[in-house]
């Protein structure tokens, strides 16, 4: 397996407890599902529960960029390296039995929603197509069937 880590002094955190949460996270991968975690659906906001109310907008700023500097920096990653370090983060997921996990990617898209919301046109489409790509080895790799989409 590959180790990516990006070193965490590059994104300029100002709050020791992302820098905290995000120097756990030993993937890429893992960090993009991290921060895009961190983002309320209905609002679009970055919400880090140790922020106090007093800066709560400058943790929306912070994680905003952070989220978008570790995205270009993913999509910038060779194909191979991509597919290295989602198997690490799949390998650090304790108990999954990896064909449901890699069945349900398929059927339910997660990976759509790791997109920071400013990122559009090339950037989103090679993530997307990118990761289909990663998919597609990986049902190879596990023996996953075509997903029921009606499951």
Same mark, same amino acid.
């Given at each position: ?81 991509? *597919?290295?370090? &989602?198997?690490?983060? $799949?390998? !650090? ?10 069945? #349900?990617? =398929?059927?339910?898209?997660?990976? *759509?929603?790791? &997109?920071?919301?400013? $990122?559009? !046109? ?10 289909? #790509?990663? =998919? ?7 023996? &996953? ?7």
């Amino acid at each position: 397996m590959v180790r990516v880590k990006t070193s965490l002094l590059s994104f300029q955190l100002r709050d020791e407890a992302w820098a905290r949460d995000l120097s756990h996270i030993e993937s890429s991968y893992g960090r993009l599902v991290y921060l895009a975690g961190l983002r309320n659906p209905d609002t679009g906001k970055y919400e880090h529960f140790g922020s106090d109310i007093a800066s709560r907008t400058e943790a929306n700023k912070t994680l905003k960029r952070v989220h978008e500097d570790i995205f270009k920096q993913w999509v910038s990653y060779p194909l191979e390296r991509k *597919k290295a370090d &989602v198997e690490f983060y $799949i390998a !650090g997921i304790p108990q999954v039995d990896r064909t449901e996990l890699v069945d #349900a990617w =398929l059927r339910l898209t997660p990976y *759509k929603n790791l &997109v920071p919301a400013s $990122i559009q !046109g090339p950037e989103r489409q090679k993530h997307i197509s990118d990761f289909e #790509a990663i =998919l597609g080895l990986l049902k190879n790799v596990y023996g &996953v069937a075509s997903p029921d989409r009606d499951a």
